[in-house]
């Protein structure tokens, strides 16, 4: 296994790092690296820069408008963006729902609605998750009933991320409440401004609301939305599902936190000297480094296995699992360096509207400890991600 790059690799890594250098202001990496909320605009503003750069839609095929990379251009990409503080492009329309339309999408709705998904014309959000529907998906109960040519859809998602931003949500809804739970499922698309919908804000802890629930009442939905067959959602929910999942170690996100950190540690005072020089403190970060090294590598290992055409198999359990661990234990060190200042953590931190004291840029790294805590939570909590890779462990023993 080969897990050197290539001189073409090396030159594209020079590519990217020149783009973001000339296209990427200072005062929008300024506010992800200090962990500020981004507004609909910022989004806005990076999503249309890559677009106009070809570097949007890097997993896409190229007759839809894709880069159509290889997996090693696209972890060399994610880890630059990355370190050079960009902002994270939202998944939702680009990474989950275009993957399903150009599989099982018909060839009006990929028409249709791959190239606003470019454009940015529309925002998608993911209605999946409900009040009693998270690990346990298949449990969902939104029911959608057919009448004439349209679904009268109604009941209720959760944990709807970044929702008050969208104009369109592509939902699970049960179709058939007679069949199996899986069975019964459909893929529906719909449009967040017809009569019947309703989002309401859920405030998280670190003061902000990325989240939100949607309600539906007698919501119509034409049936030219419903995205391949009638009660095959679940095959289409599970196929989102592993595109939601890559990257998921972070890599890049933990290289650029971990330099916060050693930049905070080294200005914040213990006892009179630089807090990195604490050996309890620095032992923690060496520890946190050495994990997150050898995790890149098996990352790598993982990648150069995909870029020969071997389909990704538990690993990708194993590096959910450990890449948010050292994920939360860098935001608890940033936390911890910063001490006392990190009180402030209101959202009127994070929005940068707080006239606090700040000489270590603490403002908002309690508000990104607090928040970091869902990583272990969305995309398959860790404690489904242990079991996934038990029962696979158990398997290949026997
Ligand atoms: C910040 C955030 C953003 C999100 N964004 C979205 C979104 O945009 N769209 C969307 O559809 N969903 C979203 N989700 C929902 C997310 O997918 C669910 O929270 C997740 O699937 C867990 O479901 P749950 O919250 O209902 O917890 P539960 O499934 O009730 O789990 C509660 C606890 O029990 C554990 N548990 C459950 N079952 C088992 C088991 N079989 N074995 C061992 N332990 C188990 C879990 O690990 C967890 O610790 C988001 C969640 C968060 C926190």
Known sequence: MDLSFTADDTAFRAEVKAFLAEKLPETLSDKVRLNKGLSKDDHEFWHAELNKRGWLAPNWPQRFGGAEWGVVQRHIFEEECAMAYAPRVVPFGLAMLAPVLQNFGSEAQQDYWLPRILSGEDWWCQGYSEPGAGSDLAALKTRAVRDGDHYVVTGQKTWTTLGQHANMIFCLVRTDPDAKKQEGISFLLIDMNTPGVEVRPIT???????????????????????????????????????????????????????????????????????????????????????????????????????????????????????????????????????????????????????????????????????????????????????????????????
Do not use: C
Request: hydrophobic residues 40%.
């Open 204 to 398: 998280l802890i670190d003061g902000g609301a990325e989240v939100n629930e949607v309600w539906f009442t007698d919501v119509r939905v034409p049936v030219e939305n419903l995205v391949g067959e009638e009660n095959k959602g679940w095959t289409y929910a599970k196929y989102l599902l592993t595109h939601e999942r890559t990257n998921i170690a972070g890599v890049g996100f933990s290289r650029a936190g971990l330099d916060m950190v050693k930049r905070i540690s080294s200005r914040a005072l213990s006892g009179g000297r630089p807090l990195i020089e604490n050996p309890h403190f620095a032992a923690r970060v060496a520890q946190v480094e050495i994990d997150l090294m050898a995790m890149s590598t098996t990352n790598l290992r993982i990648v150069s296995k995909a870029a020969s055409g071997q389909a990704p198999g538990i690993e990708s359990s194993l590096l959910k699992i450990k890449g948010t661990q050292i994920r939360q234990e860098i935001t608890d060190l940033a936390r911890r360096a910063v001490g006392p200042l990190a009180m402030p953590f209101a959202s009127d931190a994070v929005d940068g509207n707080a006239p606090l004291p700040d000489p270590l840029d603490a403002g908002a790294v309690a508000a990104s400890y607090f928040n970091n805590r869902k990583l272990s939570i969305f995309g398959g909590s860790n404690e489904i991600q242990r079991e996934i890779y038990a029962k696979q462990m158990m398997r290949d023993a026997t």
